[in-house]
């Protein structure tokens, strides 16, 4: 079981950046496999980027690629999302997940442990 606490959100302007940070505790984290997540304001859930255990396998949604970059560091138990030339439309609350056993990273149901979330607003 894993325990997790997203931090970093805020209100920035468009072209700006922003690094979340999620903070596992409890056991065996360096195997799981992290993934990050949004929901924006009276849409459903959707998923962002995510990172195997390993680090080898990283998936990003076509919507923030090349502008989000997920990445891990096993030995503080946390995993980041780094956001860059953020845009209105990046405006969501934000999540991690995690799960021990995954078969599609990608996928919304395949995390059983979830954070709180943190909000990330981007103005014009």
């Known amino acids: 079981q894993v325990q997790l606490v997203e931090s970093g959100g805020g209100l920035v302007q468009a072209g700006g950046s922003l ?3 999620c903070s596992a505790s ?3 984290f360096s195997r799981y496999t992290m993934g990050w997540f949004r929901q ?3 849409k459903e859930r959707e998923f962002v980027a995510a990172i195997s255990w390993r680090g080898v396998d990283i998936y990003n949604a076509d919507s923030v690629k090349g502008r989000f970059t997920i990445s891990r560091d096993n030995a503080k138990s946390t995993v980041y999302l780094q956001m ?3 845009k209105p439309e990046d405006t969501a609350v934000y999540y991690c997940a995690a799960d021990l056993q995954i078969a599609s990273m990608t996928r919304r149901a395949e995390y059983d442990y979830w954070g709180q979330g943190t909000q990330v607003t981007v103005s014009s």
Do not use: A, I
């Open 26 to 28: 409890g056991r065996t």
């Open 40 to 42: 924006p304001p009276g």
């Open 84 to 86: 860059n030339s953020l």
């Open 19 to 21: 690094r979340l940070s």
